[in-house]
């Protein structure tokens, strides 16, 4: 496996606080890696080490071959990065936008109003170079914001949370997008707290919790790994026993709140040994799902804070 970025032992402390405790990962080449886990676990953190806006307390860290403390200005010019924060000039039109961030990396020329007319298109922006910033919907700067981190045809895109705030359609823009960039060849490192976005994008993950990494994989193989194909999921008050489903096909049983979560190989027998025990309007019956396997391992919901 040809590796584009690597860390071992990565730390980074804010005063006593470990942000990131120690974790080791590789990034493939041409592969869209992801960091999966709630806010304030340390994904965002990691990302501003990669790029070399925050210097790492201690451990290896190298981008494209290179150390990010030491060779900041090399790597960025051959990374694009999305932040989560929309630092788009409102003022500016959406051209203006993409040229003036191309000057940053000596861009210019005829190429470059070509190359932004293109980047434009391909995120489905094509009609509003003249527009102002603010006349744009949300997601649509968040597509400009994607275009602009593409402008120096990077060689690695790192994205942080990067359809936080989107309405499904738009979102559903985002996702094929980079996946169309990734079929292109470049590498996609990003951080998600969505669980569909990360199956659909993600070759290989890391669950993250509390600055560290307690699983890692490729989507399917983490959830047949940990929480099988199917689950039946039922309201149970939370003061009851638990019925007796243990055994065969049941994998395992998670209560979580008024929940029970039943991971079975087999729903329709599950269900049967519920008949009359549970209202069949407050059953369902679903794919495992990344979310399960987060749950799991580290007893909180994804989209927790």
Known sequence: MSCTSEAHGLVKTFGDRHAVDGMDFQIADRECFGFLGPNGVG??????MLFGRLRRTA???RVLGLDPDRQTRQVRSRIGVVTQENNLDQDLTVLENLVIHAGYFGLGGAGLQRRAVELLQ???LDGRERS???ELSGGMQRRLLIARGLINEPELMILDEPTTGLDPQARLVVWQRLSELRERGVTIVLTSHYMEEASRLCD???VMDAGRIVERGAPRELIRRHAGEQVVEFRWPAAAEEPPLAGDPVRRVDRHRDRLLVFTADPAATLAG????VPPEAMLVRPATLEDVFIHLTGRELQEG
Do not use: A, E, P
């Open 122 to 124: 391909f995120m489905q």
């Open 204 to 206: 290989r993950l890391v």
């Open 132 to 134: 102002q910033v603010r």
């Open 274 to 277: 519920l008949v009359g025990r």
């Open 43 to 48: 994904k965002t953190t990691t990302m501003r």
């Open 59 to 61: 451990g290896d860290l």
